[in-house]
């Protein structure tokens, strides 16, 4: 008897387990896939298939019910033309994407987290049409860039012994080629928004979602790089949808970009905590608890996405290969540390800073061996007033130009080669003295001072009869 209950019980959690109901329905749209996400009032499992002519997808839910509006999803910018819906067998719940493109389904389920309930997620990739088809590998990169190096010396060496040989016998014909003229390009910033889709990021007390401030922030900072002379701006985010830790990276590789910035609002358990912080990779780990704690937070948003956020590594080759990726983060450390340092000035010039140096902790997004990277909390969106700043146009816009003139003011000194800033550079050092261009809080006197030089010779130097100088104005550095 007892046995009979027992399983009388079991069966009735079988089914309540697999009775399932469609709570909501939500669509994000992406230029490379769309993700369809059901959420739902208990755990289930589905059958999801394609059928032809016209193309469809089909997902099967047993034992569920409709209780969401689906005529109330956009599905604008996706490769779906319409939705339907119907009852299965009776009990059941089917859906049919009608399809307007080739796509590449797969669906998984997710857990209950602290911002979602049971969901079942169905992404559509779209074959050929990858924002990261084929990536830069890192290393084959390198190793190319320092066989072109290697070549590059090999022949100057040889227009070097012609030229010689040239002077030395003026009737020889000379064997150099005719110099090409410089390529001037343009210095490229990855700019990527945190979180986006599926996953919101942190909320505000006033229901503020990073995804959307950091969004409206890294805009503003693309637009103020864009218009800077020698900069480009690339947007690994452009719209509120998802994108995977490694694929934002990816991104940044593929556009060559010189350097990496993911913006994001910072939040903790009490709303006391504010300013805004700057992180750079570390190697050995977070250098402080709460740097810990964060990296952490951030990584597991790719659980939040649904993506699993470890590496495999199932043979030696792999192993060795995350080894050398490690390796090679020597290089580019260095120099996120050193434009972290230029950036954090620049933030602290428009907001309290809640570190006064910069701090490293193990950021997936920053784990590019060959692009110098930061991760920068803008600020504390737990905090009831920094919610409402991180909010407010102006601010943005203070913050975005912090940013930008951190990274303005290191690649100013440190030019990458064929930049037009190195040309810049190069041209100021044929024809003697230099050139300054004046940041936020800059003042006559402390440029003289930074540069060596009397107040009197800089103003002499640039026709100036007063103190006053503009943000964005070029001053001629006299030689000293």
Same mark, same amino acid.
């Given at each position: 008897?007892?046995?009979?209950?027992? =399983?009388? /019980?079991?069966?009735? %959690?079988?089914?309540?387990?697999?009775?399932?109901?469609?709570?909501?329905?939500?669509?994000?749209?992406?230029?490379?896939?769309?993700?369809?996400?059901?959420? %739902?009032?208990?755990?289930?499992?589905?059958?999801?298939?394609?059928?032809?002519?016209?193309?469809?997808?089909?997902?099967?839910?047993?034992?569920?019910?409709?209780?969401?509006?689906?005529?109330?999803?956009?599905?604008?910018?996706?490769?779906?033309?319409?939705?339907?819906?119907?009852?299965?067998?009776?009990?059941?719940?089917?859906?049919?994407?009608?399809?307007?493109?080739?796509?590449?389904?797969?669906?998984?389920?997710?857990? #209950?987290?602290?911002?979602?309930?049971?969901?079942?997620?169905?992404?559509?990739?779209?074959?050929?049409?990858?924002?990261?088809?084929? *990536?830069?590998?890192?290393?084959?990169?390198?190793?190319?860039?320092?066989?072109?190096?290697?070549?590059?010396?090999?022949?100057?060496?040889?227009?070097?012994?012609?030229?010689?040989?040239?002077?030395?016998?003026?009737?020889?014909?000379?064997?150099?080629?005719?110099?090409? #003229?410089? #390529?001037?390009?343009?210095?490229?910033?990855?700019?990527?928004?945190?979180?986006?889709?599926?996953?919101?990021?942190?909320?505000?007390?006033?229901?503020?979602?990073?995804?959307?401030?950091?969004?409206?922030?890294?805009?503003?900072? =693309?637009?103020?790089?864009?218009?800077?002379?020698?900069?480009?701006?690339?947007?690994?985010?452009?719209?509120?949808?998802?994108?995977?830790?490694?694929?934002?990276?990816?991104?940044?590789?593929?556009?060559?970009?010189?350097?990496?910035?993911?913006?994001?609002?910072?939040?903790?358990?009490? #709303?006391? *905590?504010?300013?805004?912080?700057?992180?750079?990779?570390?190697?050995?780990?977070?250098?402080?608890?709460?740097?810990?704690?964060?990296?952490?937070?951030?990584?597991?948003?790719?659980?939040?996405?649904?993506?699993?956020?470890?590496?495999?590594?199932?043979?030696?080759?792999?192993?060795?290969?995350?080894?050398?990726?490690?390796?090679?983060?020597?290089?580019?450390?260095?120099?996120?540390?050193?434009?972290?340092?230029?950036?954090?000035?620049?933030?602290?010039?428009?907001?309290?800073?809640?570190?006064?140096?910069?701090?490293?902790?193990?950021?997936?997004?920053?784990?590019?061996?060959? /692009?110098?990277?930061?991760?920068?909390?803008?600020?504390?969106?737990?905090?009831?007033?920094?919610?409402?700043?991180?909010?407010?146009?102006?601010?943005?816009?203070?913050? =975005?130009?912090?940013?930008?003139?951190?990274?303005?003011?290191?690649?100013?000194?440190? *030019?990458? *080669?064929?930049?037009?800033?190195?040309?810049?550079?190069?041209?100021?050092?044929?024809?003697?003295?230099?050139?300054?261009?004046?940041?936020?809080?800059?003042?006559?006197? =402390?440029?003289?001072?930074?540069?060596?030089?009397?107040?009197?010779?800089?103003?002499?130097?640039?026709?100036?009869?007063?103190?006053?100088?503009?943000?964005?104005?070029?001053?001629? /550095?006299?030689?000293?």
């Amino acid at each position: 008897m007892a046995l009979s209950v027992v =399983a009388i /019980i079991s069966v009735g %959690l079988w089914t309540s387990l697999q009775a399932a109901n469609v709570e909501g329905m939500r669509l994000w749209a992406a230029p490379d896939h769309a993700r369809l996400v059901f959420d %739902l009032s208990g755990a289930t499992s589905a059958d999801v298939f394609s059928l032809d002519n016209p193309a469809r997808l089909v997902i099967d839910l047993e034992n569920s019910q409709l209780e969401a509006d689906p005529d109330s999803l956009s599905l604008e910018d996706s490769a779906i033309s319409a939705l339907r819906t119907g009852t299965r067998e009776g009990n059941g719940l089917r859906v049919v994407l009608e399809l307007n493109r080739d796509v590449e389904p797969r669906h998984f389920t997710l857990a #209950p987290n602290d911002q979602y309930g049971h969901r079942l997620v169905v992404d559509l990739e779209y074959p050929g049409e990858s924002a990261v088809e084929n *990536p830069i590998d890192p290393i084959e990169a390198m190793i190319r860039e320092q066989e072109i190096q290697a070549r590059r010396a090999s022949v100057q060496a040889k227009v070097g012994d012609s030229e010689q040989a040239s002077s030395s016998a003026p009737g020889e014909q000379s064997t150099s080629e005719e110099a090409k #003229p410089h #390529p001037r390009r343009d210095i490229i910033i990855a700019v990527d928004a945190g979180h986006g889709g599926e996953d919101p990021g942190a909320i505000g007390p006033s229901g503020t979602r990073e995804k959307d401030v950091v969004l409206d922030i890294s805009q503003r900072l =693309a637009d103020t790089i864009n218009a800077a002379d020698g900069f480009k701006a690339v947007m690994i985010r452009d719209g509120d949808y998802y994108l995977g830790l490694r694929q934002r990276t990816q991104l940044a590789r593929e556009q060559k970009a010189d350097f990496f910035v993911s913006i994001h609002a910072d939040a903790f358990t009490s #709303p006391r *905590p504010q300013g805004s912080s700057v992180y750079a990779l570390s190697q050995r780990g977070a250098t402080s608890e709460t740097a810990q704690w964060l990296a952490d937070s951030e990584n597991r948003s790719d659980l939040i996405g649904g993506v699993d956020g470890n590496l495999s590594l199932r043979d030696k080759d792999q192993v060795l290969r995350g080894v050398l990726l490690d390796l090679t983060m020597t290089a580019t450390l260095n120099d996120s540390l050193s434009i972290g340092s230029q950036v954090l000035d620049q933030l602290g010039r428009v907001n309290r800073l809640h570190k006064s140096r910069v701090e490293q902790a193990g950021f997936m997004v920053l784990k590019s061996p060959d /692009i110098p990277s930061l991760l920068i909390e803008t600020g504390f969106i737990s905090n009831p007033e920094e919610e409402r700043r991180l909010r407010d146009p102006v601010h943005q816009q203070g913050v =975005a130009e912090a940013i930008f003139g951190g990274l303005q003011s290191h690649f100013e000194r440190y *030019p990458p *080669p064929a930049s037009l800033l190195a040309w810049q550079r190069d041209n100021q050092r044929r024809t003697g003295g230099d050139e300054y261009r004046i940041q936020s809080g800059d003042t006559l006197s =402390a440029i003289a001072v930074r540069h060596g030089v009397p107040v009197n010779q800089l103003k002499q130097a640039n026709d100036l009869n007063g103190d006053v100088i503009r943000v964005g104005q070029v001053l001629r /550095i006299p030689s000293s």
